[in-house]
T-cell receptor, first 114, second 109 residues
Framework: DTGVSQDPRHKITKRGQNVTFRCDPI?????LYWYRQTLGQGPEFLTYFQNEAQLEKSRLLSDRFSAERPKGSFSTLEIQRTEQGDSAMYLC????????????FGSGTQLSVL | QKEVEQNSGPLSVPEGAIASLNCTYSDRGSQSFFWYRQYSGKSPELIMF????GDKEDGRFTAQLNKASQYVSLLIRDSQPSDSATYLC?????????FGKGTTLSVSS
């Protein structure tokens, strides 16, 4: 058990560029979540997968954001046409499907949009 | 009304004192309640969870839940400087967790 792994740890991009982040959950966990956190705020829910199915998306999630979990293992989060307001820490978390939602977080990807 | 509310602090306590962190939530249907600790620049780490009314103790930490008042708290006994961090309260909404803004705790030696 190596924990939740996220790559890259840091990403600097120019406004208008596309970026993609990867998350590898804890191996036996079938639920995977993406959150976004800005300074002074708690993590904000973006979307969640159960195995390969994307079951819930926040209504706040722009259509520039897309997430996939093609084989029910790792997941990617893509942001198209980045904006300065997208600058944040993007956190991935995973959990077992036990009904009590204990989430374990990765180290996050810090995105800076210039 | 925000779904999960916490006083952002900072809460300052001397070493050895009891730190009391509070959280209120709006959804009466919530069943699972969590406390995460987040050090500056790091990701949240789960430290306590509670599902039933009453108290749950784990070492120096005690979580308290009152569903009638929609209130969750975390007590940290014998506070140490290493406890200085932001403490996030999280409440389930369907299958996701909704987080508060966090309370910053500072323990002075």
């Amino acid at each position: 058990d190596t924990g939740v792994s996220q790559d890259p740890r840091h990403k600097i991009t120019k406004r208008g560029q596309n970026v993609t982040f990867r998350c590898d959950p804890i191996s036996e966990h079938n639920r995977l979540y993406w959150y976004r956190q800005t300074l002074g705020q708690g993590p904000e829910f973006l979307t969640y997968f159960q195995n390969e199915a994307q079951l819930e998306k926040s209504r706040l999630l722009s259509d520039r954001f897309s997430a996939e979990r093609p084989k029910g293992s790792f997941s990617t989060l893509e942001i198209q046409r980045t904006e300065q307001g997208d600058s944040a820490m993007y956190l991935c978390a995973s959990s077992l499907m036990t009904g009590n939602e204990k989430l374990f977080f990765g180290s996050g990807t810090q995105l800076s949009v210039l | 009304q925000k779904e999960v509310e916490q006083n952002s602090g900072p809460l300052s306590v001397p070493e050895g004192a009891i730190a009391s962190l509070n959280c209120t939530y709006s959804d009466r249907g919530s069943q699972s309640f969590f406390w995460y600790r987040q050090y500056s620049g790091k990701s949240p780490e789960l430290i306590m969870f509670i599902y039933s009314n009453g108290d749950k103790e784990d070492g120096r930490f005690t979580a308290q839940l009152n569903k009638a008042s929609q209130y969750v708290s975390l007590l940290i006994r014998d506070s140490q400087p290493s406890d200085s961090a932001t403490y996030l309260c999280a409440v389930n909404k369907e299958t996701a967790l909704i987080f508060g803004k966090g309370t910053t705790l500072s323990v002075s030696s």
